[in-house]
Nanobody, 120 residues
Framework: VQLHDAGPGLVKPSETLSLTCTVSGASITANTYVWNWIRQPPGKGLEWVGSIDFSGSTTYSPSLKSRTSISRDTRNYHYFTLQLSSVTPEDTAVYYC????????????WGQGTQVTVSS
């Protein structure tokens, strides 16, 4: 399984951050993995942002829920996306997509990480 996250590296305050995670070697519609977005602000630990499961059901971090939307490609089911609205400099972080096996609390596969900086 391979994940590749990508998106703009610079976003202006109040705009929407958009990232895509392309998945190969696994189907995002199989009940095998839960697909996650995780971020790491500079000098801080990992923060879970949200996830989408095989059925398209989403779960979000309570602190980010009002600004977060995770969706998936419904044509070929090869990728899922993250949108974070009304960003501020506090949203500056390395953003990762990651696959968690259903029923387990570990992440087996990670994207390489995308640095996103929020700045005018």
């Amino acid at each position: 399984v391979q994940l590749h996250d990508a998106g703009p590296g610079l976003v202006k305050p109040s705009e929407t951050l958009s990232l895509t995670c392309t998945v190969s070697g696994a189907s995002i519609t199989a009940n095998t993995y839960v697909w996650n977005w995780i971020r790491q602000p500079p000098g801080k630990g990992l923060e879970w942002v949200g996830s989408i499961d095989f059925s398209g059901s989403t779960t979000y971090s309570p602190s980010l829920k009002s600004r977060t939307s995770i969706s998936r490609d419904t044509r070929n089911y090869h990728y899922f996306t993250l949108q974070l609205s009304s960003v501020t400099p506090e949203d500056t972080a390395v953003y990762y997509c990651a696959a968690r096996p259903v029923g387990y609390y570990r992440y087996d596969y990670w994207g390489q990480g995308t640095q996103v900086t929020v700045s005018s």
